[in-house]
């Protein structure tokens, strides 16, 4: 059974009836850090409302990815399961979640997930922000795709521990140079955006620096 096939079931955080609803795909790591990235997340809003709604996803490697490659690490080589992601999310999730009193929607994610929405920007017109946090931009073949495309959404947040790319893993150690060349493809469209670096490597503070994304979305637009 593929992602598309399942009862997939979002958790809504936040004001449920709110305008604003933001999109984040999940795992079972995300969803233990889920209520300290809300708490810094309203804290960063000032009580502003906002609806979070995370989309379990348990398979990354195959369903956040947007077209074949082989292991990075480990020995599980990546899918190309994005698109069918995407249709889900716009045709049968968001839909049920959002009707006409949703006004503005954002997609973000970490890692893996981030990368699903930058990916996602550059396909669809329906979200007012992505957020793209410690994003795998290492992505084989990602920064000529992004180069010959054009970002839709019309803002986005860029974020990258400063620690990141001192990896032994040749490809992953590329992600400085990589969200660096994004950040100017992204001005070369003409995409306000921001490009913040956090201390410390890929698994430090995620909750934090997902809610620091959402929060720059959600006063941006």
Known sequence: ?????EAVKPELFGTKDSARLVIQMTDDHDMELMESETA??????????WCLAAVPVKDWEQDLTPWPAEPVFGTKPFGAGADVTLRLLTERIIPELAGPERRRLYL??????????LWAGYQTDAFSGIAGVSPSVWYPGWTDFAASGKMRAPAVYLSLGDREHRSRN?????VADAIREQEKLLERDGTPSLLEWNRGNHFVDSDRRVARGIAWLLRRT
């Open 40 to 49: 810094e997340l309203r804290e960063r809003t000032g009580g502003e409302d």
């Open 108 to 117: 973000c994610g970490y890692s893996l997930a981030g990368l699903f929405a």
């Open 170 to 174: 040749a490809v992953m150690a590329k």
């Open 1 to 5: 059974m593929n992602f598309s096939e």
